[in-house]
């Protein structure tokens, strides 16, 4: 997350807030080829939009640049939200589906096209509505006629370029708490000086040859398949593949993890995958890790050193036995706002006809545990009258993170235990197990 942004206070303070939510919410963040971002001049981001307002949020956190996004319309009318849409220098865009008048949109292009002029950058998601679908919607024109409008009002000046930069946003489980979240830049392609027809617009062809030109760079950068079932598919062939060279220390990238699915996928739809039944195989084993409550990176066990492996597990043993008094009583403070933030995420799930469902919960869980920490200070002050209660609100907030990490951490270690178990007990079923891995990433190595 990039912390040293500019703007007021509040924005600040508010780009804080959403970055520790995001933070706390993902297990890891990563982004891809930034480097390739123009630090200055007017540009575009266009993103696809899997996550409701998760990924303008992480848009908003995570670019290298200050950039005004835009936001539908319905989003500007929540009390409170509107006001902190202000604050962020989010700009509103009018859609059909929300039986909004679409003529408003004009004001929102001109804005767009003043900042874009002074060098300014924004956001957009050219599909028009968060889904679930697994593959990019059809675009909406909007960002081609944002561009190409900016473009044709700088009468005369020939030093002014405009970029677009595509984004790909990809979530390894979008709607589960610490999943990971990949931002993925393409390269960024510059836009040229549009022709005009007879009322000064730029011309129908020009919008669609740069639509077109959006959404190709946006396949580029994205995960695109036919079904949601192709893409579990795919992902169970990247855990299996990358699990060959991930240890008790190190684990694969998100980026990886992208690269294997997309290339997967597109090889299957052509004529890359060689054995079909290797889908089966790879299922098969699943199943035959699942009764032994093992992952195929807990296989890996036996290429490490017996000491390594002894002084690792006593090491992490001992560390969540310290944190262990922390831990529980972290639980138990947060165990009641954690529990109603999943409630309401499984009750409000679309907001409209966008998904929601990831951002109820970080919205709740924003509004949620600061509710909580203040319920424990003020409990504790209630007990005890001591002054120093109000210390149990950045106390409770670190026991919370520790508790977390806690979890995570038993949860990693309870695999390798388990491994290690099947290795010492059941050796020649682990052997059996470590030699079928190895034959099933070697099947699945030309699609790397």
């Known amino acids: 997350m990039i912390l040293n942004r500019r703007g007021s206070f509040v924005r600040r303070f508010i780009h804080a807030i959403v970055s520790l939510s995001l933070r706390l919410f993902f297990r890891r963040i990563e982004t891809y080829n930034e480097s390739s971002v123009p630090y200055k001049g007017a540009l575009i981001f266009v993103a696809n939009h899997p996550n409701g307002l998760v990924d303008p949020s992480l848009v908003f956190v995570a670019l290298p640049r200050k950039i ?24 509103p865009v009018y859609r059909r589906i929300d039986s909004a008048d679409v003529s408003k949109n004009q004001r929102t292009f001109e804005a767009c096209h003043d900042l874009l002029q002074e060098g300014g ?54 709607t589960t708490f610490r999943s990971d979240a990949l931002l993925n830049f393409g390269e960024p392609f510059r836009v040229s000086k549009p022709s005009l027809d007879v009322d000064g617009n730029p011309e129908r062809q020009e919008v669609t040859n740069l639509s077109d030109r959006i959404e190709k760079s946006l396949r580029e950068v994205t995960v695109n398949a036919e079904s949601k079932g192709d893409i579990d598919e795919a992902r169970a062939g990247a855990n299996l593949f990358l699990s060959v060279s991930e240890t008790l220390n190190i684990e694969g990238t998100i980026v990886e993890r ?21 889908t089966a195989q790879v299922s098969e084993f699943k199943k035959k890790l699942r009764q032994l409550g093992l992952e195929p990176e807990n296989l890996s066990l036996s290429s490490e050193p017996v000491g390594f492996v002894l002084r690792t597990f006593v090491l992490r043993l001992l560390v969540l036995m310290m944190m262990l008094p922390i831990s529980l009583i972290g639980s138990l403070i947060h165990f009641p706002a954690y529990q109603v933030s999943k409630l309401l995420a499984d009750r409000y799930t679309h907001h409209g006809v966008d998904d929601i469902i990831s951002s109820v919960k970080i919205i709740s869980g924003i509004v949620l545990m600061p509710i909580t920490w203040v319920l424990a200070a003020f409990g504790v002050y209630y007990w005890t009258g001591s002054a120093y209660s109000l210390f149990v609100i950045p106390v409770s907030f670190l026991f919370g993170y520790v508790a977390l990490r806690s979890w995570e951490e038993y949860a990693e270690l309870r695999g390798w235990l388990r491994a290690s178990w099947v290795f010492y007990t059941k050796r020649k079923l682990f052997l059996e197990l470590l030699s079928e891995r190895r034959k099933l990433a070697e099947s699945l190595k030309p699609v790397k």
Do not use: Q
Not at 68 to 91: C, D, H, M, N, Q
Not at 143 to 156: D, K
């Open 68 to 91: 005004s996004f835009l936001a539908k319309s319905t989003l500007f009318r929540i009390p409170g939200f509107s006001y902190l849409l202000k604050v962020v220098e989010a700009l």
């Open 258 to 278: 992208f690269e294997f699915v997309r290339n997967y996928l597109e090889l299957e739809d052509g004529e890359g995958r060689e054995d079909e039944s290797v």
């Open 121 to 174: 950058a924004i956001a957009i998601f050219p599909e028009g509505v968060s889904h679930n679908s697994p593959k990019l919607l059809p675009l909406k024109t909007g960002a081609a006629r944002i561009a190409l409008g900016a473009l044709s009002g700088m009468v005369g000046d020939a030093d002014f370029d405009l970029h677009i930069v595509p984004v790909g946003l990809y979530y390894t489980n979008k």
